[in-house]
């Protein structure tokens, strides 16, 4: 049964994301408490190949689907070798990245059945939900600005109409689950972001965030 916290961070590439998961985390042990952080593809040792596959640029060939399998794969390994063991000894769990991405890069950008991807989610996850869920949101102005010359993998060499949609996607998990997934506005300066982001994960630690909403 679980009894620690799960939080997830989402956001397209650019948005900031890796920056606040580590600047949560450092939030963490100050705080003294005791958690384990994961990122996704990857996390385990055989995610972290799974991995390799599905970033490399050079994998021109692979196929919509195969590539969403990939990714499951990666993400029931992680889940049950590791997630579902560290919530049920009680840690905060964080993991950069999850479900939601698969949502919103191969639902949303990639146009694979939306219903299709809720199931194959659920059986990935043994049907775990994250607790929150912060999704990090800048423009794609924005982003071309940040992300710049940086060496781009497979999925950051999509074009702008697919990181649009992938954009797209994220928001509108958050409007289908406001009290799981919160919009982050990654345009403001990285102390206001870590210091909202902080305040949500203090009142769902009371157990005051979700009365708060309801
Ligand atoms: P990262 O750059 O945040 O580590 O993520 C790796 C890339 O994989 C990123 O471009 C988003 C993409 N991705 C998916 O397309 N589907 C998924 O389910 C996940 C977890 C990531």
Known sequence: ????LFITFEGIDGSGK??????FIRRLEIAS?????????GGTEIGEKVRK????????GLLPITELLLYSAS????????????????KVVICDRFYDSTTAYQGYAR???LSFIERLNSVATESLVPDLTFILDISLLEREERIGNKDLDRLEQEDIKFQERVREGFI????KEPERAIIIDGSKSSAEISDEIWGYFI?????EYNDEIL
């Open 1 to 4: 049964m679980k009894k620690g």
């Open 18 to 23: 890796t920056t606040q998961v580590k600047e």
């Open 33 to 41: 408490i005791p958690f384990l952080l994961f990122r996704e593809p």
């Open 53 to 60: 596959i599905l970033l490399d640029k050079s994998n021109t």
């Open 75 to 90: 993400r029931y390994q992680l889940t049950c070798q590791s997630i579902i063991p560290a919530l049920e000894s009680g």
């Open 111 to 113: 146009c694979i059945d």
């Open 172 to 175: 509108a998990i958050v409007k």
């Open 203 to 207: 009142k769902i630690r009371k157990g």
